[in-house]
């Protein structure tokens, strides 16, 4: 069994929009923070997005300010990652990983990603 | 925003012998510092949480140190499984930020 496993990647063209999903399993999901992080090809880890076990807190990197939102559905354990305005710069693999704690703490659980890339 | 800074971004080392990666905050982290290792074209594997305390099924070989504002990732005995990236990452303060990353090679 994948704890976590993300869907929801593909081509898309600047200025527009993809869903990401993440279905976890083999835990209790709403007792933990999830968060989303990303890496272009090549390069390092960025954070993107936080969210805590009852998604009454949610964080969000700069980089993605007031175009992406995290959200989750605890009935049917999954998270989610809507993108908006999305930007060459935004191609990256998305992992979905779930933190050790409801409020925070280490990235103890990762997906095995799922690939962005925008380009006209 | 915390800036989280690796040295080196390459070593290369032998099998066998040790191995000791650094990690810089601009700002004290009160331990909430963290290292992962990545293998090519696989997802990042927590190895070390809360400055020092080793994941789930990770060997001992692997161990953290440090405190305030400068942490180690020391391999006591470089196993080939070893070789790759690793990446300490900060979740004291928003935004969570992560170093650039060290480069672990067989010399």
């Known amino acids: 069994d994948v704890p976590l496993l993300e869907s929801g990647g593909g081509l898309v063209q600047p200025g527009g929009s993809l869903r990401l999903s993440c279905a976890a399993s083999g835990f209790t999901f709403s007792s933990y923070a999830m968060a989303w992080v990303r890496q272009a090809p090549g390069r390092g880890l960025q954070w993107i997005s936080s969210?805590?076990?009852?998604?009454?807190?949610?964080s969000n990197a700069d980089s993605v300010k007031g175009r992406f939102t995290i959200s989750r559905d605890n009935s049917w354990n999954m998270l989610y990652l809507q993108m908006n305005s999305l930007r060459p710069e935004d191609s990256a693999m998305y992992y979905c990983?779930?933190?050790?704690?409801?409020?925070?703490?280490?990235?103890?659980?990762w997906g095995q990603g799922t690939m962005v890339t925008v380009s006209s | 925003e915390i800036v989280m800074t690796q040295s080196p971004a390459t070593l290369s080392v032998s099998p066998g012998e040790r191995a000791t990666l650094s990690c810089w905050a601009s700002q004290s982290l009160s331990g909430d510092l963290a290292w992962y290792q990545q293998k090519p074209g696989q997802a990042p594997r927590l190895l070390i949480y809360g400055a020092s305390t080793r994941a789930t099924g990770v060997p001992p070989r692997f161990s953290g140190g440090g405190s305030g504002t400068d942490f180690t990732l020391t391999i006591s005995s470089l196993q080939s499984e070893d070789f790759a990236v690793y990446y300490c990452h900060q979740y004291h303060a928003w935004p969570i930020t992560f170093g650039q990353g060290t480069r672990l090679e067989i010399k």
């Open positions: 969210i805590s076990n009852n998604a009454d807190a949610t």
């Open positions: 990983v779930r933190r050790q704690t409801s409020r925070g703490g280490a990235f103890e659980i």
